[in-house]
């Protein structure tokens, strides 16, 4: 059986009322969906309490997904609105973004620069853009499968993705040899 | 695509454990809770709903109740009793009173 497969039963399964389905998926998922929301929100601390409430509301509205969607850009989207509810709500970002920098400061003799530079890079980034970037670039999500999961339109996806990667490229001092 | 793998490279280091048992069961344990309530919730509707569609037909129920009791009782006695066993040993409320899961 394939990994998508084996995503639709435990689907099926957990839609049925499976507690040990959705946990297989939660195994299976979590991965991905921590590293996304840990490069979006840049405190690692506050992503994993965001992919706990995530797949929270996913079992609550698993009864949702259609048959064959994929699983991980379903959790990622819902990943995302928590991440923007969140900022929204506590009107956090600014708090945030010193907490980031204030982690960062305390990091700095353990990481690489290039690594610091990129975390940087990225915290510097638009929120969309940042979203855009996490999935496209570092979780080779395709640029259809990200615009599913954060509900942007196509062009606006590989839009901030593009502009996404310009930055980060500069910021890290590398040639784009894509351009 | 240097560049790109350059990039792929340093995001790695980002990426949690690809099995963490102790987030699997702290989010699930969540689940168990958030589960648990619900179930709580719904009994304690059903009983209240129960409570007051009895509380309104008791006056007519009441005489026909009485009338079929004598015979009756034995029978539904070890119907509920079969219930409860149902419930409190096998599946849970909602799907065994058919309102899905």
Redesign the interface.
Known sequence: MGPASLDEALVAAA???S?EA??RL??RH??AL??FL??TCGDWAQA?DL??ET??AA??RI?RLKAGASVRAWLCGIGYNKHLSAVRSAGRERARASVYEADRETTQDALPE??LA?ERAMAGLPQEQRACV?LC??AEFSHAEAAEALGMPLGTVKSHVSRG?AR??QA?G?????S | ????D???A??A????????PA??T???E???R??FLEDVALLCVVSLVGGAVFWVVWPTLQPALVAVSQGLAPALGAFAMAICAMVILGG?PS?DLGL??
């Open positions: 839609q049925g009322g507690a959705f946990s939660v195994e979590q991965q921590r590293a840990r490069r994993d992919a706990q797949f929270l079992w609550s009864g290039d690594r990129l996490a670039l570092a990667r980060l490229l890290l590398v040639c784009d040899d894509a | 695509m240097q560049a790109d350059r990039l792929k340093l995001f280091h980002d990426e949690p454990l690809m099995r963490d987030f699997a702290a989010v699930m969540r689940v168990m958030r589960r849970r799907s899905g899961t």
